[in-house]
């Protein structure tokens, strides 16, 4: 087994650079995707495909065994506009979604590329995943549908992020997302005043769910992250609504926590008003002991490398096969920071790294007993 040179370490920073340039906001990865589809099958592989939610997916065969699934996805959390400013040196890249998510879709074609020159057979096949909206309202929709396809008949699902060189992400964070609108009559502010307005009742709704006492342990997390409503200052608003963010360390947890959101509302609910509560989100959580071969093979290869490791939760991709107890992690690729900002950054040098510990989890991936 090699070990990625230098010239395919540039060759993986000029793939970052090309994805990089290529809009992809959730729900509008065809121009991404295209890009993947033709890459692998410029690099060798005959059968390169694309399912009906767009995931992107390019087969390396091999023996009988069961498959090997490593995945990216494709959508960023930047807006579709022609190009992104992009700032490149020998020792980092920056801008807009170079690491979240160019690195690891680069990563796949870097993989894709050394599987086809080095030629080694595998036991299993290996099927290299581009998948679609994994970010905000996406709901991991790409990788519940490459799940369904597969299902546990897997020897492992890999799913790779820019940043976090060294976290190995074996549990998933569970995330419910609701939008909660009032509606009311509206009328003026002077002749109707008195009547109820839907900010003024959203207003109150926000208050009781932020006095509500929050689990510490297992964690837990309310967020009201957007409100809008209402037509204009002198007008008792008709309509208003409100996006929440619940997250927990456990399914229990959550499901307790949004049946304790759902009463506060219901508590709330008064003649002229009317609540409605439409779930926008819905990430399972669930998780892999710390003591799972795939965990501690991880753990071993980046010792190897080393890498200082930490085992981490998270909200990714890898929640979906986690929530039904399939092998699974989530690990990273290099170091950086600003993720989700116009200034998010990768460094260059640790990419070496980020590749080897991928090309050794293919190599060793089917040794373990999952």
């Known amino acids: 087994m090699n070990p990625f040179s230098a010239a395919e370490l540039d060759q993986l ?31 060798g592989f005959t059968d390169v495909q694309q399912d009906d939610i767009g995931n992107v997916l390019a087969r390396w065969p091999g023996g009988n065994a069961k498959p090997l699934v490593i995945s ?14 992009l ?35 595998y036991p299993g096949d290996i099927w290299l995943a581009a998948d679609v909206c994994e970010e905000g309202l996406g709901n991991l929709a790409g990788m519940q549908a490459l799940v369904h396809r597969f299902q546990g008949e ?44 839907a900010i003024h009742e959203l207003a109150r709704v926000m208050a009781a769910l932020t006095d509500l006492t929050i689990s510490r342990r297992p964690r837990s997390s309310l967020n009201i992250g957007i409100i809008q409503g209402g037509t204009s200052v002198n007008t008792i608003a008709p309509q208003a609504h409100f996006d929440l963010d619940l997250r927990a360390e456990d399914q229990n947890t959550l499901s307790r926590l949004n049946d304790r959101v759902r009463r506060a509302v219901q508590a709330q609910e008064k003649t002229g008003v009317q609540y409605t509560l439409e779930s926008i989100g819905n990430r399972p959580a669930g998780e892999i002991p710390a003591g799972h071969p795939l965990v501690q093979l991880t753990l071993d290869i980046l010792q190897a490398l080393n890498v200082p490791a930490t085992l981490e939760i998270g909200s990714t991709d890898a929640n979906v096969p986690l929530s039904r107890g399939y092998p699974a992690i989530c690990i990273g690729l290099t170091r950086g920071g600003f993720p989700h900002t116009p200034r998010e950054t990768i460094e260059i040098e640790p990419l070496k790294l980020g590749l080897n510990q991928l090309w050794s989890l293919v190599a060793r991936i089917w040794q373990l007993e999952v």
């Open 87 to 121: 700032e490149r040196n020998d020792i980092r890249l920056t801008g807009p979604g170079v690491a979240d998510n160019s690195t690891s879709l680069a990563a796949l074609l870097a993989l894709a590329n050394k599987l086809a020159l080095e030629n080694i057979p």
């Open 13 to 43: 920073v000029d793939w970052i650079c090309k994805i990089q340039q290529i809009p992809a906001p959730t729900f509008h990865e065809d121009q991404r995707a295209a890009y993947m589809l033709s890459e692998f099958g410029r690099l």
């Open 72 to 85: 990216a996805h494709l959508d960023t959390v930047h807006s579709e506009i022609a190009t992104h400013p």
């Open 154 to 197: 897997v020897q492992a699902y890999l799913i790779l992020e820019g940043l976090g060189l060294g976290q190995v992400c074996h549990r998933g964070l569970g995330v419910m997302r609701y939008r909660i609108t009032a509606e009311t009559a509206g009328g003026h502010s002077w002749v109707d005043y008195g009547s109820p307005s």
